[in-house]
Each structure stands twice: as C-alpha cells, then as structure tokens.
C-alpha cells in the first residue's frame, strides 16, 4: 500500500500560513528519508510512502524548531 502525507504550516499566534518552512520526512530513530519545504501557502505533501510510523521535522528562521512524532500510515 501507499499513503501520503500532506499539511499546512500555520503561525501559532496569528494562525496565518507559513511559506518556506524545512520540512524534513523522518523515520522514528531520526534517520531522514526526505525533506522538503512549504509552498507560499504553507502547505507540503509526501507521496508514495509506505505504511509505517514517521516523524516530521519542522524548521524556518525565526521560530522554534518542531518535531511531529508517531504519525501512522496504515
């Protein structure tokens, strides 16, 4: 089977869309298998992945690094 993975990168405090944000697709040790960043609407998609357990790494100057663990594809 394959899945995906999409979402919207939004500013905590004004709940605006954040463009250019690093994302980086990883597996629950850490080890990256992808990486990618937001379009000008914030958004990003993984496509063609397996079913499993990821994470997702989230950067971009002027905020605080996030790490989104146990995402399921099943």
Do not use: C, W
């Not at 980086?24 to 993984?46: I, M, V, Y």
């Amino acid at each position: 089977p394959i899945g995906r993975i999409t979402g919207i990168v939004v500013d905590s405090v004004s709940t605006k869309p954040v463009p250019f944000v690093t994302i980086a697709l990883q597996q629950p040790d850490g080890k990256l298998l992808t990486g990618k960043t937001t379009n000008e609407a914030g958004s990003f998609e993984f496509d063609r992945l397996a079913t499993g357990i990821y994470q997702i790494a989230l950067s971009s100057v002027g905020y605080q690094a996030k790490l989104l663990r146990t995402i399921v594809l099943s």
